[in-house]
């Protein structure tokens, strides 16, 4: 039998900066990986409305793409932009798929309501650049959250939800309950509607697709659980798939979509 230690520390339970103490290195070779790619394969800058953070980067592979992924970038809702995860185009893009990668408004400039809504017409938007490609739309963490959440009745509208293959979420952040008594969520202003609401883990998904749920075993355990809760939460709505990536923790789970030869590609394009 296996036993479950209760958590006393619910902020460190979910503090991936103390847990990897290398994080300001990492996210600075973020910036760095990101930018000799854009300098290599420079993308099309597309808007998706008229904030100054609503826009995406568009990479279209040789010939006709076989589909379109999506990427929705972390940092708590609060942190980063897409010229941080650039190179991650490379996985899919060496496959025959375009990839696209949009900026959102960060909070607390935005309710977490309202950034749903932003991300629901990012992906509207993204996939009108590519009438009738199929859809993967994966993130990571906040972003994990933000690409579960457009496989609910939150989601994209019924023509784009219609080719929505696959989700991938990648340590991402599906139970907000332990949120809302957190330090954190003095800037992140969550509220015990949007706990109900916004919790993709607490909600149906919509029928059609597929979800992989995938996290690194190096993860704390709070990440990891929110990673199989997702997969146990939807698998008697969906197929779903729960992976924990031996030697990869929050910070390097969403690396190998940039190696085109990882099994994280193979297992995102099918």
């Known amino acids: 039998m296996q036993t479950i230690k209760r958590?006393?520390?619910?902020?460190?339970?979910?503090?991936?900066?103390?847990?990897?103490?290398?994080?300001?290195?990492?996210?600075?070779?973020?910036?760095?990986r990101a930018a000799t790619f854009r300098e290599v394969h420079p993308p099309e800058t597309r808007l998706y409305g008229n904030d100054q953070r609503e826009a995406f980067d568009l990479w279209l592979p040789q010939g006709t793409p076989k589909g379109l992924l999506i990427f929705i970038h972390g940092g708590w809702w609060m942190n980063f932009s897409k010229?941080?995860?650039?190179?991650?185009?490379?996985?899919p893009l060496a496959h025959g798929w375009a990839v696209a990668i949009p900026s959102y408004t960060l909070l607390p400039n935005i309710t977490l309501t309202g950034?749903?809504?932003?991300?629901?017409?990012?992906?509207?938007?993204?996939?009108?650049?590519?009438?009738?490609?199929?859809?993967?739309?994966?993130?990571?963490?906040?972003?994990?959250?933000?690409?579960?959440?457009?496989?609910?009745?939150?989601?994209?509208?019924?023509?784009?939800?219609?080719?929505?293959?696959?989700?991938?979420?990648?340590?991402?952040?599906?139970?907000l309950r332990p949120l809302r008594n957190l330090p954190i969520n003095d800037t992140l202003g969550i509220t015990p509607e949007e706990v109900a609401t916004l919790s993709p883990?607490?909600?149906?998904?919509?029928?059609?697709?597929?979800?992989?749920?995938?996290?690194?075993?190096?993860?704390?355990?709070?990440?990891?659980?929110?990673?199989?809760?997702?997969?146990?939460?939807?698998?008697?709505?969906a197929t779903t798939t729960h992976h924990e990536a031996p030697g990869l923790d929050h910070l390097t789970a969403f690396a190998p979509l940039a190696d085109p030869d990882s099994e994280l590609i193979r297992l995102t394009l099918g």
């Open 201 to 237: 883990a607490l909600l149906a998904p919509r029928p059609g697709f597929d979800l992989i749920s995938w996290a690194g075993s190096d993860e704390l355990a709070e990440f990891r659980r929110h990673s199989a809760l997702l997969a146990v939460a939807w698998g008697g709505y």
């Open 83 to 91: 010229e941080y995860f650039s190179d991650i185009a490379g996985g």
């Open 115 to 175: 950034l749903v809504a932003q991300t629901r017409r990012a992906v509207e938007a993204i996939a009108q650049a590519l009438p009738g490609a199929p859809l993967v739309i994966t993130g990571h963490s906040a972003g994990g959250h933000l690409a579960a959440m457009m496989g609910t009745d939150a989601g994209p509208d019924p023509a784009t939800h219609a080719r929505l293959i696959r989700i991938l979420a990648i340590s991402g952040v599906h139970d």
């Open 7 to 32: 958590i006393d520390d619910w902020a460190a339970a979910v503090d991936n900066r103390a847990a990897v103490p290398e994080h300001e290195e990492i996210f600075l070779d973020w910036h760095r």
